[in-house]
């Protein structure tokens, strides 16, 4: 992990335009769960519902586009990226570097939140807010990686991203059974099951199925994303 780069993505990951749409997320998830708390119906069913499809299903992988595509596309599209890319710095240490930062900028405004919001819910029953927040560290961790990509492969990341976000994981994801099984939502899911209480939370993988999932297309989304890092740094010297 190299400092300067890491310093100088964090910068512009909280910078003020993007910081603001940051705090979207976790300030509108903790209002929801707010105004839910005082609700008299199944605290365990509207749980579920604002953490799970609300929280992990739609607000977590917009936030993982923001985050993902901001530590890199920004530097793409403006050019800056050359400054950084003339530094003797192996491609693979900016690509980690980057994606510890996007990991832990997405940690910091989602599982925390998520933490906060189940326990406001639901209190400490069921090991439901630590389930959801385990779901939101995985999950949040591979949309980075993924979303990193999207940043280095295209210059419309963030509307591929967009489509995938809102199309494939909040709705396919959820509602078609056969495609679950490629959902990063559901590996989630399936992480927070094995932490919560039984029949706490409910997942369509498998925990056997989804941690290699989850740890195969991380690897491969980062290693993709430094070879097209690359390939920026051999078009530039043509």
């Known amino acids: 992990m190299n400092p300067t780069v890491a310093r100088l993505t964090l910068r512009g990951l909280l910078g003020r335009r993007r910081g603001i749409l940051l705090l979207v997320v976790p300030a509108l998830l903790l209002f929801v769960s707010a105004i839910a708390s005082g609700s008299s119906g199944d605290k365990h069913d509207l749980t579920v519902k604002i953490l799970g499809q609300l929280g992990l299903g739609t607000l977590l992988p917009i936030l993982g586009l923001v985050v993902g595509t901001g530590a890199i596309?920004?530097?793409?599209?403006?050019?800056?990226?050359?400054?950084?890319?003339?530094?003797?710095?192996?491609?693979?240490?900016?690509?980690?570097?980057?994606?510890?930062?996007?990991?832990?900028t997405t940690w910091v405004f989602a599982a925390v939140p998520t933490l906060l919001s189940g326990l406001l819910l639901y209190g400490t029953k069921d090991n439901l807010a630590l389930?959801?927040?385990?779901?939101?560290?995985?999950?949040?961790?591979?949309?980075?990686?993924l979303f990193l990509l999207l940043g280095v492969a295209t210059r419309h990341a963030v509307v591929a991203g967009l489509g995938y976000a809102l199309i494939w994981e909040s709705l396919i994801g959820n509602f078609v059974k056969g495609a679950r099984t490629l959902s990063v939502q559901q590996w989630g899911l399936s992480v927070g099951q094995a932490v919560a209480g039984d029949g706490a939370i409910t997942a369509g993988v498998s925990l056997g199925?989804?941690?290699?999932?989850?740890?195969?297309?991380?690897?491969?989304?980062?290693?993709?994303?430094?070879?097209?890092?690359?390939?920026?740094?051999?078009?530039?010297?043509?």
């Open 131 to 145: 389930g959801y927040t385990a779901a939101t560290l995985v999950a949040g961790a591979v949309y980075s990686a």
């Open 209 to 238: 199925v989804a941690v290699p999932l989850l740890l195969v297309l991380t690897v491969a989304a980062t290693v993709l994303a430094s070879v097209k890092l690359a390939g920026l740094t051999l078009a530039a010297d043509e």
């Open 73 to 104: 596309a920004t530097e793409i599209d403006d050019g800056s990226i050359v400054y950084l890319l003339a530094k003797p710095l192996p491609r693979w240490k900016i690509i980690t570097t980057k994606l510890v930062v996007a990991v832990g």
